[in-house]
């Protein structure tokens, strides 16, 4: 398996809701990533886990919560969201020893908070 | 942090001709620096990348340059071909053995005329 995997595709939630957005690649990859991208805007980075634990955290608001179960998984929780944080949440994954740094993207959960 | 600029920001050419996108970045110890291509409702989709340690790197019809003293770094596309329309990221990293977030120029749509 070659690709990293997003569900759901699209979710729409109100800002007293509880989500979670999920990301699984099966690629042995031990780095995994979140990125928001907001319409004509390029993807920012949020939160980056490098052997199941989380290394960067870019300062990104309590409301939006990561998780590593494993090696393969990548969730990100969300509550109380605004409806500022819609947009398109890119979750990927790179090989995360050495020098082989290429991150693979996955095809994203596109998120409306109403 | 590393802030990366990019341009032009749209890029309109006849097919057949070539295209070339220009990024810069500024910080010094960024050592790897990908290209992505994103169409519209898609996935950003690596397309080449190169190392700082690489002056230029080419791949059938596309090939990046990377001049480090001037820290700017090029996407040139020959042969330009319909299926080339989309939006084109740079970014810039970091790559000392672990995993790290890329930062992305703001995009350049280009455009493949008839």
């Known amino acids: 398996d070659t690709e990293v995997t997003q569900t759901p595709k699209h979710l729409v939630m109100g800002m007293t809701n509880k989500k979670s957005l999920k990301c699984e690649q099966h690629m042995g990859h031990r780095a995994m990533y979140w990125y928001k991208q907001k319409a004509k805007k390029p993807p920012e980075l949020m939160f980056v886990?490098?052997?199941?634990?989380?290394?960067i955290n870019e300062s990104v608001p309590s409301r939006f919560s990561p998780e590593c179960p494993n090696s393969s998984l990548l969730n990100l929780h969300l509550h109380a969201l605004q409806p500022e944080d819609s947009a398109l949440y890119l979750c990927a994954s790179s090989h995360g020893t050495g020098i082989y740094n290429e991150q693979f993207f996955g095809p994203g959960t596109r998120l409306t908070v109403l | 942090g590393e802030n990366v600029e990019q341009h032009p920001s749209t890029l309109s050419v006849q097919e057949g001709d070539s295209a070339v996108i220009k990024c810069t970045y500024s910080d010094s110890a960024s050592n790897y620096f990908p290209w992505y291509k994103q169409e519209l409702g898609k996935r950003p989709q690596l397309i080449i990348d190169?190392?700082?340690?690489?002056g230029e790197k080419k791949d059938q019809r596309i090939a990046v340059t990377l001049n480090k003293t001037a820290k700017h770094f090029s996407l040139h596309i020959t042969e330009t071909q319909p299926e080339d329309s989309a939006v084109y990221f740079c970014a810039a990293s970091y790559s000392g053995g672990g995993a790290d977030g890329l930062t992305f120029g703001k995009g350049t749509h280009l455009i493949i005329q008839p």
């Open positions: 190169i190392r700082s340690n690489v």
């Open positions: 886990y490098s052997y199941e634990k989380l290394s």
